[in-house]
């Protein structure tokens, strides 16, 4: 078992920025993906940003690419998501999600479905 915890989140205006967390304890933290995703109100779940074990690799939503970096502290069992020149598009509650190694490139980072572990949420909110 893996327990994420995020936190970081809150009220920023339309430009600022956020840094959000993610801790986790359980298992060995270095060997899952870590994921981040969000659900604005009214819509489904969807990828934000993803990070591979060892922190080389990364993927994001064309939404969020260059603006928000995902990055990863093993040493800590933390994982962070720095968001930049943010939007009232990006407004939702965000979620942090661990899975298993994958092998088959972006597609197996970025399913929902294929995480095991999730964190509780944490709310961003982007004023205009």
């Known amino acids: 078992q893996v327990q994420l915890v995020e936190s970081g989140g809150g009220l920023v205006q339309a430009g600022g920025s956020l840094r959000l967390s993610c801790a986790a304890s359980g298992r060995t933290f270095s060997n899952y993906i870590m994921g981040w995703f969000r659900q604005a109100p009214g819509k489904e779940r969807e990828f934000v940003a993803a990070?591979?074990?060892?922190?080389?690799?990364?993927y994001y939503a064309d939404s969020v690419q260059g603006r928000f970096t995902a990055s990863r502290d093993n040493a800590k069992s933390t994982g962070y998501l720095q968001m930049n020149s943010l939007k009232s598009d990006d407004t939702a509650v965000y979620y942090c999600?661990?899975?298993?190694?994958?092998?088959?490139?972006?597609?197996?980072?970025?399913?929902?479905?294929?995480?095991?572990?999730w964190g509780q949420g944490t709310q961003v909110t982007v004023s205009s």
């Open positions: 999600a661990a899975r298993t190694p994958c092998y088959t490139g972006r597609r197996c980072y970025i399913d929902t479905n294929k995480y095991d572990y």
């Open positions: 990070i591979r074990w060892s922190g080389e690799v990364t």
